[in-house]
Structure formats: structure tokens, C-alpha cells
């Protein structure tokens, strides 16, 4: 039988803020083993730290570049690297919450980011981005979503970099029927009619109604309602009338504009049936730009920031972000602060992001001449980074997110596009689903 949503929901939360309690009572017995009630020390800034990639494999040749930059700089330190597949990097760090042996430095997400800082385990670094030379020198949104993911009070997460969401077109096809590059929603829309002809299999857009399905739909309700907070007050926003109607429109493309089979397609097959077939446009993100690249031609596709409203303001949901974090049970956070920096430095962070292919978090990075000749993430980059952005901060922190925002929702979200459920309804459920727990996360957390 399914537990229901909120006893899970407070047994998640409870049992991370039990082992908060748990975890400073024994403090005081400090074995050193690295467990996260013990407080650590600055130590002297020399010797060995521990860091840990939390995309181990994925990101092991880059880091052990930007490791060996940092240790010719810093004679005194040796940086022990220990890499983790990134789909057991929650386990592995819960494990050694409890049990002891956490790294000095490790990768945080945004996605584990709270479960990770909850549990005591994570040095505030506020006051030590402050006193940095990275002050100043950081996406301020990318600050902020890190900041949100973590809880919203403290700072326990350095972002190092982000993926935007990308609105990838043909510009072959667009030429073609003589459309204007879909920068705006009225001629996002419009290009999806105008490009569609069944009888010949051909289609403005393809949707994603698949796994992963629930963020690339909010993220184009939001867009189009210009509503720039998921909470007001203690109450989302999710299912605003505004948010309604924007929904509506958007999922009423499924079918007419739109392939059928995207109603089962996660991100994967989305990508690969745009890149085979004559379909205008693709929401995805900055990720598939290489397959599009080999499949297509770089003289017919073109990537650019998703639609703005017809008067140019722009609103986009929070993307994860990747970040370090310094663990509070480090007997050397000095030598482990110092790694941090290094690494988000203008250098070794724009380093790190050409191999990535993401968004630097270092705004003088986002100048090098490498992303300059990227369109889509030097255009991504501006987007993130353009004054009048208007981010809405996914809500990370709540231990339940996702699992509400996936396998709670994603069958509720196919149903809307079959035509099953109407948009309110979908929204109204989430909306339920959301503000009770926020209502539990703010109990719990006092």
C-alpha cells in the first residue's frame, strides 16, 4: 500500500533534523573521524585535504587538471582526489554523516544540497565569500539559487557552475517558411502552427511529457505568466490563475503541433527524435548541444535562451546547480577554503566549463573567448545574468521535492496532456501537495 505523501514527507524531514540532534550530542566525543556533529578546526593551511567529485568519472580528467593547477600554486597542500559516480554521491555522503569519514572539500549539488546541510554537516560561507577575491566575481542568481537550495538563510554551497534550459530551432526549416527566430512566446507559438504538416510528419515542436517531464513545464508557465516567485507567503504559486492558463496553452500543443509519442518521451528520446526528423524546436537544455551538432550540421540548428514575453522580460525556474561545499568536520577548512577558490577562479573555472559546456559561475570566465564562440552558453550566459532576469527558485530544500516534482506528478502531467485532467486540476494537486510541505519544513525547522 503507498504511503501517503505527507507521512513520508515528515518521516524524510524528521529523520534529518533527528540526526542533526544526534549528531552535535556526541560532538563533544570527537574521534576524529569526520562525522558531521564534529565542528572541524581552520587548521594551518598546509598538508593533505580530501576532495571529493560528486560526477566522478564524468568530471575525473578536468578535476585532476584543475588539482594539479592548484597544488603547483599551493606547494603546501596535496589534494587527495576521490571520485564518485554522481548517482551514488547522496548515499556515499549520508553514509559518512553518520558514520564518519567525510571529505574536507567535496561537490554539492543544488539536488542533495539541503539533505547534505540539514544534517549539520556543512561550513556556512558567508563571511568567507565576503573576505574572498571571488567576492563579487559571481553570477549573483547562481549566489542566490544556492543559496535558496541550501535552505535560504546560509551560504553552504560555492556554485561553480549551472545548465540554462535552451530553445533549440532549425533554422534551415525557420528560413524556409520565413519565420523570425522564436525569441519571444507569440512567435514561439506561432512557429509551432506554422511549421506543422501531419501528412508529411512534420512538426513545429516536439514536448516532453516522458520522465523529467515537470520542470520543463513549469519553467514554460512561469516564463509566460511573468510571475517571478514560486511562494507567496507560505503558499506557492504554482497553480495561479495566470499559471493556469499559461499551462493550458502550452500542453494544448501536444497532438496538434506536436508528435504523439512525446507524451512517453523523456529527454533522451525527445533529443534524438529532433535530431532525426524535421521537427522546428526543442526545449532542452545546454547538455545536447554536441548531439545536435553531430547529427545536424552547425549550419542548421541554432540554440538561444527560451522565449521572453513580447516586451522582453524574461522569467525562468532555477536550474540545479554544481557547486563545493566545505564539510564542518574538516581539521583543515583553511586549505580546504583555499581549493574553493582556486578552483572558481577565473582560469580554472572557465576550465572547468569548456569541458562541462556549462555556465561558468565566475562572471569574468563568461568572457573568455572559448564561450564567445559557443552562441548557445554565451547567450545562456547573458540570459542567466541579464539584469532584468527574474529567476524563480525552485524549492530544492524540501526533502520531498523530488519526489513530488517527479514520480508523484509525472503521470498526473501525461494525463493533462492526453486530455484526462485539466490544467487546474494538475496544478491545484501540486499546489496541495507543495504547501503542506512547506508547512512541515517550517514546523520542523522552527
Known amino acids: 500500500m503507498k504511503i501517503s505523501i505527507r507521512r513520508s514527507r515528515r518521516a524524510a524531514i524528521a529523520v534529518a533534523l533527528g540526526s542533526v540532534l544526534a549528531l552535535t550530542a556526541t560532538a563533544c566525543g570527537d574521534d576524529g573521524s569526520g562525522a558531521a556533529g564534529d565542528?572541524?578546526?581552520?587548521?594551518?593551511?598546509?598538508?593533505?585535504?580530501?576532495?571529493?567529485?560528486?560526477?566522478g568519472g564524468v568530471r575525473t580528467?578536468?578535476?585532476?587538471?584543475?588539482?594539479?593547477?592548484?597544488?603547483?600554486?599551493?606547494?603546501?597542500?596535496?589534494?587527495?582526489?576521490?571520485?564518485?559516480?554522481?548517482?551514488s554521491a547522496q548515499s556515499k555522503y549520508d553514509?559518512?554523516?553518520?558514520?564518519?569519514?567525510?571529505?574536507?572539500?567535496?561537490?554539492?549539488?543544488?539536488?542533495?544540497?539541503?539533505?547534505?546541510?540539514?544534517?549539520?554537516?556543512?561550513e556556512p560561507l558567508d563571511s568567507r565569500l565576503k573576505e574572498s577575491a571571488l567576492n563579487g566575481k559571481l553570477s549573483q542568481n547562481l549566489v542566490e539559487s544556492s543559496r535558496a537550495a541550501g535552505g535560504g538563510k546560509s551560504l553552504f554551497q560555492i556554485p561553480t557552475s549551472s545548465n540554462n534550459g535552451t530553445l533549440w530551432y532549425r533554422t534551415d526549416l525557420f528560413e524556409?517558411?520565413?519565420?523570425?527566430?522564436?525569441?519571444?512566446?507569440?512567435?514561439?507559438?506561432?512557429?509551432?502552427?506554422?511549421?506543422?504538416?501531419?501528412?508529411?510528419?512534420?512538426?513545429?515542436?516536439?514536448?516532453?511529457?516522458?520522465?523529467?517531464?515537470?520542470?520543463p513545464a513549469l519553467d514554460a508557465a512561469y516564463s509566460q505568466s511573468g510571475i517571478s516567485s514560486f511562494w507567496n507567503g507560505d503558499k506557492t504559486t504554482v497553480n495561479d490563475p495566470k499559471m493556469?492558463?499559461?499551462?493550458?496553452?502550452?500542453?494544448?500543443?501536444?497532438?496538434?503541433?506536436?508528435?504523439?509519442a512525446d507524451v512517453n518521451n523523456d529527454f533522451a528520446k525527445m533529443v534524438?527524435?529532433?535530431?532525426?526528423?524535421?521537427?522546428?524546436?526543442?526545449?532542452?537544455?545546454?547538455?545536447?548541444?554536441?548531439?545536435?551538432?553531430?547529427?545536424?550540421?552547425?549550419d542548421k540548428f541554432r540554440g538561444i535562451?527560451?522565449?521572453?514575453?513580447?516586451?522582453?522580460?524574461?522569467?525562468?525556474?532555477?536550474?540545479?546547480?554544481?557547486?563545493?561545499?566545505?564539510?564542518?568536520?574538516?581539521?583543515?577548512?583553511?586549505?580546504?577554503?583555499?581549493?574553493?577558490?582556486?578552483?572558481v577562479s577565473r582560469a580554472e573555472n572557465s576550465k572547468y566549463n569548456k569541458s562541462a559546456g556549462q555556465i561558468p559561475a565566475n562572471t569574468e570566465a563568461a568572457n573568455d573567448e572559448w564561450i564567445q564562440k559557443a552562441e548557445p552558453t554565451k547567450l545562456a550566459a547573458e540570459a542567466l545574468n541579464g539584469a532584468d532576469t527574474k529567476i524563480v527558485q525552485l524549492p530544492y530544500y524540501l526533502p520531498d521535492w523530488n519526489t513530488l516534482s517527479k514520480a508523484?506528478?509525472?503521470?498526473?502531467?501525461?494525463?493533462?496532456?492526453?486530455?484526462?485532467?485539466?490544467?487546474?486540476?494538475?496544478?491545484?494537486?501540486?499546489?496541495e501537495q507543495l504547501n503542506a510541505a512547506q508547512a512541515e519544513w517550517n514546523e520542523q525547522a522552527g
Do not use: C
Request: glycine share 12%; hydrophobic share 35%.
Open 39 to 55: 565542528k572541524g578546526n581552520e587548521g594551518s593551511g598546509k598538508g593533505e585535504i580530501t576532495f571529493w567529485d560528486n560526477n
Open 61 to 87: 580528467d578536468i578535476w585532476k587538471e584543475i588539482i594539479a593547477d592548484f597544488e603547483k600554486a599551493n606547494p603546501n597542500i596535496k589534494v587527495k582526489y576521490v571520485g564518485i559516480p554522481a548517482a
Open 95 to 122: 553514509t559518512a554523516i553518520q558514520g564518519g569519514g567525510l571529505p574536507d572539500v567535496g561537490g554539492v549539488g543544488t539536488a542533495m544540497l539541503a539533505g547534505v546541510a540539514v544534517q549539520g554537516a556543512l
Open 176 to 215: 524556409k517558411a520565413g519565420l523570425d527566430a522564436p525569441t519571444t512566446w507569440t512567435k514561439f507559438y506561432e512557429a509551432a502552427d506554422k511549421l506543422t504538416n501531419k501528412g508529411k510528419n512534420e512538426f513545429g515542436f516536439t514536448i516532453r511529457g516522458g520522465e523529467g517531464s515537470i520542470a
Open 244 to 260: 493556469v492558463a499559461a499551462l493550458e496553452k502550452y500542453v494544448a500543443l501536444y497532438k496538434k503541433d506536436t508528435p504523439s
Open 272 to 298: 534524438a527524435q529532433w535530431d532525426s526528423g524535421d521537427i522546428g524546436m526543442l526545449s532542452h537544455n545546454l547538455g545536447s548541444y554536441q548531439d545536435h551538432l553531430k547529427a545536424l550540421g552547425a
Open 305 to 343: 535562451p527560451s522565449p521572453t514575453q513580447d516586451d522582453g522580460s524574461r522569467v525562468q525556474i532555477s536550474n540545479p546547480v554544481d557547486g563545493l561545499s566545505v564539510f564542518k568536520s574538516s581539521k583543515n577548512k583553511t586549505a580546504a577554503w583555499k581549493f574553493v577558490e582556486f578552483a
Open 408 to 431: 508523484d506528478n509525472e503521470p498526473n502531467y501525461q494525463k493533462v496532456l492526453l486530455g484526462k485532467m485539466s490544467a487546474k486540476e494538475f496544478l491545484d494537486t501540486l499546489a
